[in-house]
């Protein structure tokens, strides 16, 4: 695992110096004093040293840098920033001529096909700077999306740009280990981590396991990853938080995902160039994807398997893959009612923790009333007050919502039949 390390207080230089790196894949590492640097070398995945001269503490330690350095195993390259330091040789301040020299000593950390697609997956602005400061933390890390977000991928980038070793993802069925040859005692503080063990979903363990596992991992020199489509309750506070935004939120991401997969697939199936028709987007920018990047990646790879054509209309398609996008009737209440069901969720956080057991009435029915009597308030306005045309609206019998209505007070307000 090659990565860089900047040895420098100044921000504005370790911010112009890293940035190009950071953007090109690269796993990049800081040290602010004498002793990070003496670290830095003994984790033995140091590939590039890079010293500033102005440095507190570094002034006359230059040789003895540059025999450390050479007397390891696998021996870095050690160069100075900023002012001469003999006899460490200089290396270029301006950013993209210190990108250009690292890269002819080290490969990135991440591929540029990966880097591409971790920048549609929903981390903002600037993944990789996100991605490469997360990855420099010590704390365990909660990764909250949607399934089909790419959880997994985001982990292994991490992975990368914190220092590689073994990546083991354990199902929550099993009792996480780490690899043969990496006990207890093995735990050295010559690494920042040993490796990363991603624990993929949150809601099948207690949150008490989590934490303890979270704890005894960090104790053993490794970096515990955890991805969950639930929001993590209170216990996790410490934790660094990422958070991906769902696919249907980020319209332009969906239109360069698409293509991105389109170019992806259509190479490692030995086809030549394909495009989608106005007709085939349409489609896909009205479909909701509740299955995010999976689901479209899927789509797309169904498409570019079943049609010949360089140019793809939705008249193309075998029905079977067609009916992946038709929206369905009730397609737009769907959407609306995911809407809804977020703001639920956020409403309802607050009504969980305010409530004691031991009231009148149980959580689970308070909640339900609340919601049940607008709903059914809703659907007889809707049918003009009969009975008869709301149960055939909400799903249910007339006798059952007679019932419900007398039981939540509606009866009298609310009678025709």
């Not at 995902?257 to 992806?264: A, G, M, S, V």
């Not at 140019?311 to 029905?319: C, D, K, T």
């Not at 038709?326 to 809804?340: K, S």
């Not at 031991?358 to 049940?372: D, F, N, R, S």
Request: proline share 6%; glycine share 8%; net charge positive.
């Amino acid at each position: 695992m090659s990565i860089v390390v900047i040895a420098s207080q100044d921000q504005v230089l370790r911010a112009s110096l890293s940035g190009p790196l950071l953007e090109a894949g690269y796993a990049v590492g800081f040290a602010a004093s004498w002793q990070m640097v003496l670290e830095a070398l003994s984790r033995g995945m140091t590939k590039v040293l890079v010293v500033d001269a102005r440095m507190p503490g570094i002034r006359g330690k230059a040789v003895l840098l540059c025999d450390l350095a050479s007397s390891l195993e696998s021996a870095p390259k050690v160069f100075a920033v900023a002012d001469d330091l003999e006899p460490l040789p200089r290396i270029a301040r301006q950013p993209y001529v210190f990108r250009r020299t690292v890269s002819k000593l080290v490969g990135p950390a991440i591929t540029k096909t990966d880097r591409e697609h971790l920048k549609l997956l929903g981390l903002g602005a600037r993944p990789m700077h996100t991605l490469a400061r997360v990855a420099r933390s010590s704390m365990p890390v909660c990764l909250e999306a949607e399934r089909g977000l790419g959880k997994k991928q985001v982990a292994q980038a991490l992975h990368l740009l914190g220092g590689g070793g073994p990546f083991v993802s354990f199902k929550a069925t099993e009792t996480p280990s780490m690899p043969s040859g990496y006990a207890e005692n093995d735990a050295s503080s010559g690494s920042l981590f040993r490796g990363t063990l991603y624990l993929p979903v949150l809601d099948e363990w207690p949150q008490e396991r989590i934490v303890d596992t979270a704890r005894w991992a960090g104790k053993l020199g490794w970096r515990f990853v955890l991805g969950t489509r639930i929001p993590p309750r209170n216990g996790l506070d410490e934790w660094v938080h990422l958070h991906l935004q769902p696919l249907r939120e980020r319209p332009k991401d969906l239109h360069a995902l698409t293509l991105y997969y389109i170019e992806r697939h259509r190479r490692a199936l030995g086809l030549p160039r394909r495009r989608f028709g106005r007709g085939l987007w349409a489609l896909i920018k009205a479909y909701n994807w509740t299955g995010n990047a999976r689901e479209l990646e899927s789509f797309v790879l169904a498409v570019l398997s079943s049609v010949d054509r360089y140019m793809i209309h939705p008249e193309n398609l075998p029905p079977s893959v067609r009916q992946r996008v038709d929206l369905p009737p009730d397609a737009e209440a769907r959407r609306e009612a995911q809407d809804f069901e977020s703001m639920v969720e956020s409403q309802l956080r607050k009504v969980v923790s305010l409530y004691e057991p031991g009231g009148e009435k149980t959580l689970y029915l308070m909640v339900v009333e609340a919601t049940e009597r607008p709903l059914i308030k809703l659907a007889l306005a809707r049918s003009a007050g009969v009975q008869k045309d709301a149960a055939r609206l909400l799903g249910i019998n007339r006798n059952t919502l007679h019932s419900h209505m007398l039981k939540l007070g509606l009866h009298s307000s609310t009678g025709k039949d």
